[in-house]
Nanobody
Framework: QVQLVESGGGLVQAGGSLILSCLASGSILRIKDMGWYRQDPGKQRELVAAITSGGSTNYADSVKGRFTISRDNAKNTAYLQMNSLRPEDTAVYYC????????????????WGQGTQVTVSS
């Protein structure tokens, strides 16, 4: 099994910054893609940013130029630097990782963290 633990959420004023972290632990041979998603109550979970094991990234149009995703493969950790935050960025942010757990299987499983609340006040 693999556990993802997010941290770094909180309350910030509009225009402020936060850094989210996601630490993966457990039965990990290799982590492929990692991503950050967010969800407002009553809405679908949406992709915010994603990064491959090689460092290629993609972002939702709404966060391009403001958010930066990165990862430290040696630490099995992903980060989301969020700048110029807006009230519409308020949501629960979830980390996702695609993990290969064993050398005996090529299967890749998707795991989710428990989420961290980000609230941006106007």
């Amino acid at each position: 099994q693999v556990q993802l633990v997010e941290s770094g959420g909180g309350l910030v004023q509009a225009g402020g910054s936060l850094i989210l972290s996601c630490l993966a632990s457990g039965s990990i041979l290799r982590i492929k893609d990692m991503g950050w998603y967010r969800q407002d109550p009553g809405k679908q979970r949406e992709l915010v940013a994603a990064i491959t094991s090689g460092g290629s990234t993609n972002y939702a149009d709404s966060v391009k130029g403001r958010f930066t995703i990165s990862r430290d493969n040696a630490k099995n950790t992903a980060y989301l630097q969020m700048n110029s935050l807006r009230p519409e960025d308020t949501a629960v942010y979830y980390c996702n990782a695609a993990v290969r757990g064993s050398i005996y299987s090529s299967r890749v499983n998707s795991y989710w963290g428990q989420g961290t609340q980000v609230t941006v006040s106007s």
